[in-house]
């Protein structure tokens, strides 16, 4: 199994950056890709952006341009750094990873909220 585990959210002003972590423990040598969603409130979970182990990253066309996902192999870690920060982006964002036989692992997510 895999555990994930967020940090990084917080109140942030609008027009700011944040940069989000999820590190992952456990059988880590099974991932194939990891990744982050998000969910404001009373909306469903939306794709944010997503890497696999040979750096490919895929983004959602909505977010394109305000973030960058990266990944630190050494410490089993992916980063989600997101710029020009809107309230509309208030959400809890929620990591993931996918392994063998396409099951994925979740975390309990980090909440941001953006101040206008």
């Known amino acids: 199994q895999v555990q994930l585990v967020e940090s990084g959210g917080g109140l942030v002003q609008a027009g700011g950056s944040l940069q989000l972590s999820c590190a992952a423990s456990g059988r880590t040598f099974t991932i194939y890709h990891m990744g982050w969603y998000r969910q404001a409130p009373g909306k469903e979970r939306d794709f944010v952006a997503s890497?696999?182990?040979?750096?490919?990253?895929i983004y959602a066309d909505s977010m394109k341009g305000r973030v960058i996902i990266s990944r630190d192999t050494a410490k089993d870690t992916v980063f989600l750094q997101v710029h020009n920060l809107s309230p509309e982006d208030t959400a809890i964002y929620l990591c993931?990873?996918?392994?063998?036989?396409?099951?994925?692992?979740w975390g309990q997510g980090t909440h941001v909220t953006v101040s206008s």
């Open positions: 993931y990873a996918v392994v063998g036989g396409g099951v994925a692992y």
């Open positions: 890497v696999d182990t040979s750096d490919n990253t």
